[in-house]
């Protein structure tokens, strides 16, 4: 038995997980009926959640397009990277510099199994993923992998896509994002969505509320206030922190998603 026929033998199936939940809204196929089961609940209270997933990768999108074209960005520490699918990070950044390298961290064995597959780099740059907990910033830093890949004394772009908000407690979630950008040098950058509630309904609201108090949900809801304290220290880039259909988009406004589709803010920050 190989490793990822090892490791794939230890997913828990019975277990929702939000890597799985996630290649579910964006019609993958990589999911069980515990992660449909759980976005379906999801879906019952917020509809448009497949329109915000989407949203959500194309501000993915455009971030590294911005790093990799502007920043001159050519190494990413991507946390919380999820299921493979179109235009993953490196896909995006080594189409605008092939030497750009990447490491990918997650922390459910199917991710994996899936991402040593089909992970593959331009051969003039790296890419690779380790299996590791977003709450343990310094093993994280420490792994051996990623400090072969990454150069930690050059700027790096940490991406914190769609992750921050599955840490419940607001001096953790602080506390996580603060040591991983100590750890990089003066020109690193953070990018970072958050699921937020500020723009729906009044019982969309309600009803995400009820449901965090009941324990229900496995995702927290911050305002934009809370998110900015993300950024706290950093040079945000223009257009600041605002709903993800409005990062640079380059569809045109009246053909965006309406703020009420949206339960998700985006942003990048510059460490000075």
């Not at 996630?22 to 379906?40: C, M, T, V």
């Not at 997933?53 to 911005?66: G, Q």
């Not at 961290?105 to 597959?117: L, W």
């Amino acid at each position: 038995m190989d490793e990822l026929e090892a490791r794939a033998q230890q997913i828990d199936t019975t277990t929702p997980h939000p890597a799985r939940r996630y290649n579910y809204f964006l019609g993958g196929k990589d999911h069980f009926e515990a992660d449909r089961e759980s976005a379906r609940f999801i879906e019952a209270v917020f509809p448009f959640v497949r329109v915000t997933t989407r949203e959500n990768r194309n501000f993915l999108k455009s971030a590294v397009d911005f790093l990799a074209n502007e920043a001159q960005i050519d190494q990413f520490l991507d946390i919380g990277t999820g299921l493979p699918t179109a235009d993953n990070t490196h896909e995006v950044a080594q189409r605008i510099n092939p030497s750009s390298r990447v490491v990918y961290v997650d922390n459910d064995p199917m991710v994996m199994t899936h991402a040593r597959a089909l992970l593959t780099s331009t051969d003039e740059g790296r890419s690779f993923y380790i299996e590791e907990d977003l709450k343990n910033p310094a093993r994280i830093l420490n792994h051996p992998d990623l400090n072969e890949i990454l150069d930690l004394k050059r700027p790096v772009a940490l991406m914190l896509v769609a992750v921050m908000h599955f840490i419940k407690e607001d001096d953790s979630a602080y506390k996580i994002v603060r040591q991983l950008l100590e750890a990089m040098p003066s020109g690193s950058f953070l990018v970072l969505s958050h699921m937020s509630i500020d723009s729906l309904s009044t019982e969309v609201q309600a009803m995400h509320n009820k449901n965090a108090s009941e324990g229900k949900n496995d995702s927290y809801a911050r305002t934009q206030e809370q998110v900015a304290e993300f950024f706290r220290g950093l040079d945000l880039v223009d257009p600041g922190i605002v709903l993800v259909s409005d990062w640079r988009s380059t569809v045109p406004l009246g053909k965006r998603p309406t703020p009420e589709q949206i339960a998700c803010y985006g942003a990048v920050g510059r460490k000075p």
